[in-house]
T-cell receptor, first 112, second 113 residues
Framework: NAGVTQTPKFQVLKTGQSMTLQCAQD?????MSWYRQDPGMGLRLIHY???????DQGEVPNGYNVSRSTTEDFPLRLLSAAPSQTSVYFC???????????FGPGTRLLVL | DQQVKQNSPSLSVQEGRISILNCDYT??????FLWYKKYPAEGPTFLIS?????DKNEDGRFTVFLNKSAKHLSLHIVPSQPGDSAVYFC????????????FGSGTQLTVLP
């Protein structure tokens, strides 16, 4: 049972480049979320999804897009990377009716 | 404005002693609180939670206390072990809305052998 997986583990981008951070879970969880972790800021919610085809914005959504075409996958897209998006990104999933979020191992992103 | 605050960025404790990690929140509507533990290069893992209808929850060496009037919760680890060395995040949310958690900035706990 892999749980929540994220790829890549580490990525370097130049300003203006685009990329997609992948997230997948094999627990059949309905809820999935993306967070970013910055020093001294804790984890901040970027976007979340309550099920396939349904997404909504979190606390810091600007510069990011998401889609949820299947229950398993929840990719996060950076359309035009900026240095301010240098961070560690975590994907999480939660079972319907559950209160505990299960996190992936994270993607470390550096934007030059 | 941070709704969940962990004012101590770091804490060092001797092995075998008690570790007390503190967390304050400002939104009185929060009714569900969690602690997560994070090792370097890994994602946070759930540790323990408490509902606002309780003031204490225990799980082995870990106990969370909630003081609603003070909007304060704390995590006690007894006895502390070197393997407990990690960053601890406090999080708050609304029961039935697990997708929206507000996290504190974390406390780095170091347990000295």
């Amino acid at each position: 049972n892999a749980g929540v997986t994220q790829t890549p583990k580490f990525q370097v981008l130049k300003t203006g480049q685009s990329m997609t951070l992948q997230c997948a879970q094999d627990m059949n969880h309905e809820y999935m979320s993306w967070y970013r972790q910055d020093p001294g800021m804790g984890l901040r919610l970027i976007h979340y999804s309550v099920g396939a085809g349904i997404t909504d914005q979190g606390e810091v959504p600007n510069g990011y897009n998401v889609s949820r075409s299947t229950t398993e996958d929840f990719p996060l897209r950076l359309l035009s990377a900026a240095p301010s998006q240098t961070s560690v990104y975590f994907c999480a999933s939660t079972a319907s009716g559950g209160e505990t979020q299960y996190f992936g191992p994270g993607t470390r992103l550096l934007v030059l | 404005d941070q709704q969940v605050k962990q004012n101590s960025p770091s804490l060092s404790v001797q092995e075998g002693r008690i570790s007390i990690l503190n967390c304050d929140y400002t939104n009185s509507m929060f009714d569900y609180f969690l602690w997560y533990k994070k090792y370097p290069a890994e994602g946070p893992t759930f540790l323990i939670s408490i509902s606002s209808i309780k003031d204490k929850n225990e799980d082995g060496r870990f106990t969370v206390f909630l003081n609603k009037s003070a909007k304060h919760l704390s995590l006690h680890i007894v006895p502390s072990q070197p393997g407990d060395s990690a960053v601890y995040f406090c999080a708050a949310g609304f029961s039935g809305s697990a997708r929206q958690l507000t996290f504190g900035s974390g406390t780095q706990l170091t347990v000295l052998p």
